[in-house]
């Protein structure tokens, strides 16, 4: 019951690394697209704040087409990624941290921006009367004081991506040993008439790694807690 | 030398409308006071020196070097301006050592004020290692002295760094002060609306009202 077969341990292998890498996809755009949130008014503010939220309204599917008319191989940007770089996201593992990305980025940008909102502007004019540019001034005071949020949202855009299935299997489809994350595995399994025992298998198996992942980053908040006392 | 000849007129300002002229000059070694009440405009004085204000027009230069300029659009940014600034409430940064927050602003060569100097005259040798949250008050304005000086500032501006002091605490941090403006030759400007602290620092006395800078004769 207990041992993992050679394709479920490599759906689980794939299920992390889609969900790594969708974290690092967005660490950089969802920083910048918080601290531009929270700290700048500018015309066109609400749409902007809109639109990035939209994710968590849409149904997945929803997306998962629009990525498709959009990155598909005949997409709009696709075809070109196709013609000029042979990229094709469909089918491809890179398709489903896309879509899990886009799917995670509203969870992320909204963890870090209530992060960035807590961190005092007065510590950052007083770094600035120290001499430190506005980039230096982010780099060493603002994203270091918001810590929690950046790890928070990370914490969130991986969960979201293990447990993405609409958009993820609507782009970038459902291939075994490319695409075929945890949930869609599932989902797979279910659909065949002796896949109960072996969907079960990896319903609980989803369970341990959501849980481990929780603990792992709860590990890593205290011993930064800790390291900023 | 800072000189400083600047207009700041603020309409909406949070207690009430600002209009303030301020002109004097500030050679090296003294300090100048500036006293005056709640909301006459003593922290933005000091803030539009800092640049972390704009004043409405006039000029303000430290030596040769030109900060703000009304008439010729010169506006340096905050962080091109050597200048030593301490706040009222410290602003340490929390997440940084006593020694980190010091270093902050020490530029990487050619330091003229060196940390182990800074250090012994502010006796906050025992303190290097700890978080300010583990700073008394009076301790905490120590640090922020320092770290003001180690920015290497060509004119150190104190903005009523006592005010959250009792009585106790300013009369063992006030020496530590007068020290800095004597062991250093900085020109000083010190606010404060306690007229007794002030007179005990500074050179020369102005008091700021209704807009204006007027000396203080006795």
Not at chain 1, 144 to 154: D, K, Q, S
Not at chain 1, 185 to 196: C, F, K, N, V
Not at chain 2, 134 to 163: C, F, H, N, T, W
């Amino acid at each position: 019951m207990w041992n993992l077969s050679p394709a479920e341990l490599a759906i689980v292998l794939l299920s992390l690394k889609v969900a790594a890498c969708c974290v690092l996809v967005l660490l950089l755009p969802a920083i910048g697209m918080a601290w531009l949130l929270a700290r700048k008014q500018f015309w066109g503010h609400a749409l902007v704040d809109a639109l990035v939220h939209l994710p968590m309204v849409l149904p997945p599917v929803v997306l998962g087409y629009m990525l498709l008319v959009l990155l598909g191989r005949r997409g709009w940007i696709g075809r070109w990624l196709y013609e000029q770089f042979h990229i094709q996201l469909t089918f491809h593992w890179w398709g489903a941290v896309i879509a899990s990305a886009v799917m995670a980025f509203p969870l992320m940008v909204r963890a870090i921006r209530q992060a960035l909102m807590q961190v005092n502007p007065l510590l950052e004019q007083a770094a600035q009367t120290l001499g430190a540019s506005p980039a230096k001034t982010f780099l060493t005071i603002t994203l270091p004081l918001a810590y929690h949020g950046v790890l928070t949202g990370g914490i969130l855009a991986f969960s979201r991506s293990l447990g993405e299935f609409g958009a993820t299997i609507t782009f970038a489809g459902n291939l075994e040993g490319e695409t075929r994350t945890l949930p869609l595995a599932i989902y797979s399994l279910t659909q065949s008439p002796e896949g109960d025992a072996a969907a079960l298998r990896l319903v609980i198996l989803s369970v341990l790694v959501s849980v481990a992942a929780l603990l792992v980053s709860q590990w890593l908040e205290r011993r930064l807690l800790r390291s900023q006392r | 030398m800072l000189t400083v000849d600047i207009q700041i007129h603020q309409p909406y300002a949070l207690t009430s409308p600002l209009d303030l002229h301020a002109r004097f000059e500030l050679p090296a070694g003294r300090c100048l006071g500036i006293m005056g009440a709640s909301g006459s405009g003593k922290t933005t004085l000091l803030h539009s020196i800092a640049g972390l204000l704009m004043p409405s027009a006039g000029v303000i230069r430290s030596g040769d070097s030109l900060w703000f300029d009304h008439k010729q659009a010169v506006q340096l940014p905050p962080w091109q301006r050597p200048v030593g600034l301490v706040f009222q409430d410290g602003r340490l940064f929390p997440h940084m050592s006593v020694e980190q927050n010091l270093r902050y602003g020490m530029p990487a060569v050619l330091a003229r004020i060196v940390l182990p100097e800074v250090v012994d005259i502010l006796a906050i040798q025992p303190l290097l290692k700890r978080k300010p949250s583990e700073l008394s008050g009076g301790e905490k304005q120590r640090v922020a002295i320092g770290r003001a000086l180690l920015r290497q500032p060509s004119v150190l501006l104190m903005d009523e760094p006592l005010s959250g002091l009792d009585d106790q605490l300013k009369q063992q941090v006030l020496p530590y002060i007068k020290q800095v403006i004597a062991t250093f030759g900085l020109p000083t400007l010190y606010v404060s609306h306690v007229g007794d602290e002030v007179a005990e620092v500074a050179d020369e006395v102005f008091m700021l009202a209704q807009g204006q800078l007027r000396q203080v004769v006795d």
